[in-house]
């Protein structure tokens, strides 16, 4: 029974890398997505991990209900943020880039996937996702 629970954990991180890869590497669909019109989220600007500062502030401006339905962690808490170097949430035109629960530290078995990129005029960047 361990080892089943053990292989279902390994399972979901991977899982979680992959949704990040995703969001670091894919433009969405469509390519030009609003917040309006957003199927697949994906917030490339279409170079190697470099992400549309206006896609991210149409993914955290959405109500979160559809935010949370296009990341497809139903039942779950997550917290999505993406900081500077200095650890700090990214703010643009007074939009922070995070989302979800901001508590997570105390929570039992949390997964979490960190991937290094760049914003065009916010420079490097780390894309935290955490998932409990």
């Known amino acids: ?7 279902e954990e390994m399972i979901f991180q991977e899982s979680l890398s992959s949704k990040m890869d995703t969001l670091i590497l894919f433009e969405g669909y469509p390519e030009d997505w609003s917040g309006e019109n957003v199927e697949i989220l994906g917030f490339s600007t279409g170079k190697p991990n470099e992400l549309n500062a ?13 935010a949370e339905e296009l990341l497809g962690f139903h039942g779950r808490d997550f917290y999505l943020a993406v900081e500077n170097e200095g650890g700090e949430v990214i703010t643009d035109n007074g ?10 530290r105390s929570a039992d078995k949390v997964y979490v996937v ?10 490097d960047i780390s894309m935290r996702l955490v998932v409990w």
């Open 1 to 7: 029974m361990e080892s089943i629970v053990q292989e």
């Open 54 to 66: 206006t896609k991210l502030s149409e993914y955290f401006s959405m109500e979160d209900k559809k």
């Open 95 to 104: 939009v922070e880039f995070n989302r979800g629960d901001k508590d997570w």
């Open 114 to 123: 960190e991937r290094k990129a760049a914003v065009l005029g916010q420079g």
